[in-house]
């Protein structure tokens, strides 16, 4: 099991008990039972990931279907599969790692959540002489080897001519490492996810936002998303499908009404953001509604952007034989269960 620290452990109580008649009655949904079906979910506490997790939460979708989650933050994606392979978490929601692991047989995806439209950034610092592409050349760069900003950065590097086996050295560092030696100018450019921008902004004002993932769309787009445990989904398939039909209804709320919504998340899950870089932080992401994801499952445009990803996978990280997206995700589940 993962541990979760007390702070953690006091905001989990509260998410969870959005179920509760007193929760629910803040956002004006009536009272409803007690979910029958508790879930352990894994996710990385980025908006672009937690989203409609922490819509469905305080919005009650979860609950009508049913469904009642035990929630665990991790640092990556890539801790996230790693404690899902073990056993320690039911599924999990993720950035571009859901193109990962699945594809090497380990887990199962079954929700698209967004396109990591402008989530992934390459900061560099102007007073160490960086001030364009030509400037990387031969320079440091902090990432997370596997992650959406890895994905990203190798994208970005060879858009604008430059080698990432060879032009520069991609130091690998947890994020919150790979920003602070950013901070502390150990390395002259990171590439990373919001919201460790503000981090960057706030503490080396001379910092240059060099590109954004959305410069490379829809060409190397990176989706984020949900995948299970194999031997969960083979023996709770019903289940599953709950948590689609509750992912559809919070994703679309959360489209539609993101003005009323986005300030609940914030105080409840997210006091340490300002509301304005949370609000910043969702238009970064470009989502579907769940009716407009089907289609693009139907018509293969959805699986295809997924398998991008997982050839860059396969190409980094060296995964013989992987499995396509269009077989390690869920795609009938997903359309069975989602109104067109």
């Not at 240059?208 to 490379?216: E, Q, T, W």
Request: glycine residues 8%; charged residues 20%; contains cysteine.
């Amino acid at each position: 099991m993962v541990k979760k620290n007390n702070s953690e452990f006091n905001r989990r109580q509260f998410i969870v008990g959005a179920a509760s008649a007193s929760a629910l009655a803040i956002t004006g949904f009536p009272a409803i039972a007690q979910s029958k079906v508790k879930l352990k979910v894994g996710y990385v506490d980025t908006l672009a990931v937690t989203g409609q997790l922490w819509t469905g939460v305080h919005r009650g979708q979860w609950a009508k279907e049913g469904i009642e989650f035990d929630p665990y933050k991790f640092n990556t994606g890539l801790d996230l599969f790693n404690a899902m392979i073990g056993g320690s978490l039911d599924m999990l929601s993720t950035g571009a790692v859901i193109s990962n692991f699945p594809a090497r047989g380990q887990g199962k995806a079954f929700i698209i959540n967004n396109i990591e439209f402008a989530t992934a950034q390459l900061w560099v610092r102007q007073d160490q002489g960086i001030k364009d592409w030509a400037d990387l050349k031969g320079k440091k760069i902090a990432t997370t080897i596997g992650t959406t900003a890895h994905v990203f950065l190798d994208a970005a590097l060879r858009a604008n001519g430059l080698d990432p086996a060879k032009d520069v050295e991609i130091v690998n560092q947890g994020m919150p490492v790979a920003v602070t030696s950013f901070i502390s100018g150990a390395v002259p450019a990171v590439a990373l996810w919001v919201p460790f921008n503000v981090l960057v902004r706030d503490k080396v004002p001379s910092a240059k936002m060099l590109v954004d993932a959305s410069a490379y769309y829809p060409k190397s787009a990176i989706l984020g998303g949900w995948a299970v445990r194999a031997d969960y989904l083979e023996k709770n398939r019903a289940i599953c499908a709950s948590v689609i039909k509750g992912w559809a209804a919070a994703n679309d709320d959360l489209i539609k009404n993101s003005e009323e919504i986005l300030p609940i998340i914030q105080k409840a899950n997210y006091s340490q953001v300002p509301l304005a870089d949370l609000q910043a932080q969702f238009k970064a992401s470009k989502y579907n509604t769940a009716a407009e994801w089907k289609k693009l499952i139907e018509n293969g445009t959805a699986i295809g952007w997924l398998q991008q990803v997982t050839d860059f996978y396969a190409r980094a990280g060296n995964i013989q034989n992987p499995i396509p997206a269009k077989t390690y995700f869920e795609s009938k589940l997903f359309t069975d269960n989602v109104k067109g």
